[in-house]
């Protein structure tokens, strides 16, 4: 056990001037050659503060005003920014947490250790006493009765915000609070291209606010929403029931106000008729169901059938999991979503180059996973992102009350 907690406390250390070298080098230098290296440490020292923490309810040696302490500063580093993310603003936040780590973990040691020739590890004599205590033990599972359920939802909830930031290239976020969507303004010349992070259920209010982002003027909103012009669909579903159990609302319908075109009227020689109206022009720019895959129409057939014909949405929801673990392959799924993401975005992205020739103002209201690509071609057509700003879609609170 002595090996382990040294093997810690030195990787504890090491991390923290590993990183404030990195953040004094990225002060000074654009490449900073360090990072990849610090993220390795910085996994090895979570990974091993686990077992750590655990076996100070076994071995009552292992002295907890010391690792406790630790433990908690290294939990606290990747969540503090999540917490509070205007700490990320700061450029020194990353250099006074990183001197704070070596400072920490030097003080701390030196408490249990005043041999200079092994200043950083625990001496042998700490570890001479019997290891097990059954009050100690029971102690410790007792406060963790209360700590464990906490730190794994807080897990979770970290876990998650960090696929989901992933997956939509940021504008879909999870923080304690609830669910942020994004909304982000992009400039080239004269013209204007806002993106809306979208998600089917969330607060009435986050629909609210999303209806009145559009700008005044030349402006059109490219808004998703895949039609069944040919009937394909046999279960058709709404996101209705799902809504209703977490209290929350749901998008059926346009948000915006507005005159409604069709694509002919896209393509039309010169600029848009500007006659008296209240809105913007709005567009379809989405696909119809006619153009999916056979194994995409039988997921969205699934989804209706399932959702449609239980009357609890739990119940329907895992009835569908449970059938898509029995028929929904890894080949079946990279058609999905090929189908679902990529050739709607193509879609889109062929109305906004259509649209950028008309209109000064170019609204994409669309799901968060969809907000990745769609960037990514925004940028590639020589937009430069202006402004961000970020709503609450879902209070985390407000739903399970």
């Avoid at 990353?94 to 030196?110: D, H, R």
């Amino acid at each position: 056990m002595r090996f382990f907690a040294n093997m810690f406390l030195l990787l504890f250390i090491a991390d923290g001037s590993l990183s404030l070298l990195d953040e004094l080098a990225s002060l000074l230098f654009p490449l900073v050659p360090f990072s990849g290296l610090r993220d390795l440490l910085a996994n090895a020292v979570i990974l091993i503060a686990i077992p750590i923490y655990f076996s100070l309810g076994i071995d009552r040696r292992l002295p907890k005003r010391l690792f406790l302490p630790l433990i908690l500063f290294v939990i606290w580093c990747p969540l503090s920014v999540w917490f509070f993310p205007l700490l990320g603003a700061f450029k020194l936040y990353g250099l006074f947490m990183a001197a704070l780590q070596v400072g920490l973990g030097t003080f701390l040691v030196s408490r249990f250790n005043d041999n200079p020739a092994a200043p950083l590890t625990l001496p042998p004599a700490l570890f001479e006493a019997p290891y097990f205590d059954l009050r100690n033990t029971l102690v410790f599972a007792g406060v963790n009765v209360f700590v464990l359920p906490a730190a794994l939802l807080t897990g979770a909830l970290f876990v998650g915000n960090s696929y989901a930031t992933e997956a939509t290239g940021g504008f879909m976020n999870v923080s304690p609070r609830g669910l942020h969507m994004a909304e982000r303004t992009y400039r080239r010349g004269d013209r204007t291209v806002k993106l809306a992070a979208m998600i089917h259920i969330g607060e009435k209010e986050y629909y609210d606010e999303v209806a009145r982002l559009v700008p005044a003027g030349n402006t059109i909103v490219l808004a998703e929403g895949v039609t069944d012009e040919k009937g394909k669909l046999k279960n058709k579903f709404d996101y209705r029931k799902v809504a209703n159990l977490l209290g929350l609302a749901s998008q059926e319908k346009l948000l915006f106000k507005g005159r409604l075109i069709e694509p002919k009227e896209l393509q039309a020689p010169g600029k848009p008729e500007r006659k008296e109206q209240a809105g913007p022009d709005i567009l379809r720019a989405d696909v119809d169901l006619s153009v999916f895959r056979p194994e995409t129409m039988m997921l969205l057939d699934a989804m209706g059938k399932q959702l449609g014909e239980n009357p609890s949405a739990v119940d329907g929801l895992l009835k569908l999991n449970r059938w898509a673990e029995k028929n929904i392959t890894p080949a079946m799924y990279a058609v999905i979503m090929d189908d679902i993401l990529q050739r709607r975005n193509k879609v889109v992205v062929q109305y906004l180059d259509q649209a950028l020739k008309r209109y000064q103002n170019v609204v994409i209201p669309w799901g968060a996973l969809h907000m990745k690509g769609i960037e990514a071609e925004v940028l590639a057509r020589g937009f430069v992102l202006q402004e961000e700003q970020k709503r609450l879609s879902i209070d985390f609170k407000r739903a399970l009350q």
